[in-house]
């Protein structure tokens, strides 16, 4: 691969399978099952050694166990840190907001964003594991929110679903500048929130109960989930998976919800054929992405879609059992079902992959 295309994560990736396909060498030598002789195995310990050394001198990607341990540590920490300081600089501003003039008002509002913006770019470029610049990334993306939000306040602009497509399209182009998935997921929370919000509004409801409103979410992930088919993400390769699950995350929740409590349905029939219409839905869909996930060797959707399935299943089976069953035998019921569950996925698993059957 191309040295100038390789981004990080594929680095990363790529840095795994040749400590993976080394420790797999080593284990089938010590089975000899396939033995190399002294000059092969030097030859392959060299490559792989100067391989995973010019990855990370280019990348600073992990190349042990402890190092992937300790950025998983260093990403939750960042990203609480972010949290934490965006919450801590609009309270601030809510604190202090009132004794400012308008003018220090408004020149404020435009200027913290764009300082943060520039700590961002700054703390990318300086380093390229992106912790620092995700952080500030957050701080950025917060400071947008306050910053529309104040000036909107100071003029007294009528609020209007426009602003969750402009926070929307601020953290998307943040994470795809940077290449940060946490950023690429809030964007596309918000603009899913912006396309609910708008088709509302286009029904004839308020557009600040696009909450209220399930199905337009189960349309919005569909389509969320449906976009790496249609846009290659050459450099940004980890992104599909964000949008496939934050899609189906997103489908999932608005299905069950639809399942579960049908009275904010757009369909003018009964409820309980409503509830009942989407719990098959439901069981269908998530049926239908297990399969597909596993063709496509996509875990994510495979595991969401796996946990999905069961919720519908249960919630249907407690729809059915829990009011005439006793209460011993509807768990132990269910111990039972979940049993019969974990051999049918383990069947179907096999199906897909026979190598792996066991």
Known sequence: MNGDLLSRAEAQRQADRIRALRDSLAQLQRDRILILTPDQRAAFDAWSAETLQTLAARFDIDTTDSQKRLSLGLRIASTLGGLALCAALILFFLRF?????????????????????????????????????????????????????????????????????????????????????????????LLVSFGSATLSGRFGYQWLDFSNRPENFVVLGLIVFAIPLFLVHRRRSDFPPVYRLAGLFVFYIATISLAEWAGQSYFPAGVKFIERAYEIFGLLSAGAFIAWGIRRHWDGVVNISS??????????????????????????VIGAIAIALVFAFKRVRSHFNPEAAA
Do not use: K
């Open 307 to 332: 946990a999905a399935f069961v919720i519908f299943l249960f919630c249907r089976l407690f729809h059915w059992w829990w009011d005439w069953m006793p209460r011993y035998i509807f768990f132990a």
């Open 97 to 189: 907001w009132g004794y400012v003039d308008t003018p220090f008002q408004v020149v404020a509002a435009i200027c913290l964003p764009l300082a943060a913006l520039a700590a961002t770019e700054f703390a990318a470029l300086r380093e390229r594991t992106l912790y620092f610049a995700g952080l500030m990334a957050l701080i950025s993306l917060g400071c947008f929110i306050l910053t529309l939000s104040a000036i909107g306040r100071v003029f007294n602009i009528i609020s209007t679903e426009n602003a969750l497509f402009a926070w929307g399209l601020f953290a998307l182009l943040l994470a795809y500048r940077y290449g940060l998935r946490l950023l690429l997921a809030i964007a596309l929370g």
